[in-house]
């Protein structure tokens, strides 16, 4: 354990209406020393270490501390936002401290990667960090600050030992899809339709897609594809990313059915429902069914979206798309 002479971790945001669920983590820091293995890592590069666990909403008073099993599949390192392809040996847990004892803490002991060295990833604060060691409760972003104490973030063996100073933790939900031909095509206003999504619709697949930064008072609607092409195709003034090769894609316009999104956009920019498909009156929530075929979405399935809008005040006929948007469910 290393005592830093910048201590770390001031909390920016914090959150305590979340549920039992998956929860990401991401450590960070910049290296001091230097280490082949770790994607080449030398003195100043910055390094992230990112997992999810998956909670059970619990609770643990002050003094005590919970473990949870770290996904193995989630698990990576980057150098300088470039995946270094390193994976976990064995089963590892990291260890939330609450109070415990007489400070707070997150922890992952020494463990074996692929590489045949090893690292540890940690801190330790007196101040109060957080009030249980429920992830879900713990949401947020820990800067540089006074309060940390102690750190272990080290990759040591297989000829090399680097240590990695501690600059941020965030602790927040993993996000549900991966952009694609993003940013988008700039439309009218001077900006780029921009699609995201959301778990927990309540209906259909779980799955709520939002489109921002359209044309207010235009037309637009979701496409869905099995197949994500970047770059796409031009069409019209946008970029179209579900077609290419053998591709196939789906309007969610059909009338009448759950498959309809067609929406306008409002004054914000944001494309609110107009057919009663959206729980929360702006969007879509996407159904189980794709639309114009007899397949459902499967857990596993990783299906693509993007969004199209008119955009006349571009040209008469004028239309455009948002970024794409891969998601695995």
């Known amino acids: 354990m290393k005592s830093p002479s910048i201590l770390m971790a001031a909390l920016l945001a914090l959150s305590s209406t979340a549920v039992a669920g998956e929860i990401q983590i991401t450590q960070t820091g910049s290296a001091e020393g230097n280490c082949s293995w770790v994607g080449g890592a030398v003195w100043g590069d910055f390094v992230e270490v990112s997992y999810t666990v998956t909670t059970p909403g619990t609770v643990v008073t002050p003094g005590q501390h919970i473990s949870y099993d770290i996904n193995l599949a989630s698990f990576d390192i980057r150098v300088n936002g470039v ?14 401290r609450n109070d415990n004892p007489g400070a707070d803490g997150i922890n992952i002991f020494t463990s074996p990667l ?3 060295g090893a690292f540890s990833c940690g801190f330790g ?7 249980d060691v429920d992830l879900e409760q713990m949401i947020g972003t820990y800067n540089a600050g006074p309060v940390l104490t102690s750190f272990d973030f080290v990759f040591q063996g297989a000829g090399c030992f680097m240590e990695v100073f501690p600059e941020q933790v965030i602790i927040e939900t993993p996000p549900v899809g991966v952009a694609f031909c993003d940013p988008g095509t700039v439309n009218s206003t001077g900006n780029a339709a921009v699609l995201s999504g959301t778990w927990g619709s309540g209906t259909g697949s779980e799955l709520h897609l939002e489109c921002t930064g359209g044309v207010p008072g235009e037309l637009g609607y979701f496409l869905v594809g099995d197949t994500a092409n970047d770059p796409g195709t031009v069409v019209s003034n946008g970029e179209f990313c579900l077609i290419g090769g053998m591709s196939q894609f789906f309007r969610y316009n059909v009338a009448g059915t759950t498959a309809n999104s067609v929406g306008l956009f409002d004054a914000a920019g944001v494309l609110q429902n107009a057919v ?3 729980t929360v009156g702006s969007g879509f929530d996407v159904p189980n069914l794709i639309p114009g075929s007899a397949t459902m979405i499967m857990a596993g ?3 693509h979206f993007q969004a199209w809008h008119r955009d006349t005040l571009a040209g008469t006929g004028q239309s455009n ?9």
């Open 83 to 96: 995946s270094t392809g390193l994976t976990l040996n064995n089963p590892t847990t990291v260890h939330i």
């Open 321 to 329: 798309f948002s970024n794409g948007y891969s998601v695995t469910f």
């Open 301 to 303: 399935d990783t299906w």
């Open 125 to 131: 604060a007196t101040a109060a960090l957080w009030n």
């Open 276 to 278: 009663g498909t959206s």
């Open 114 to 116: 692929s590489s045949g």
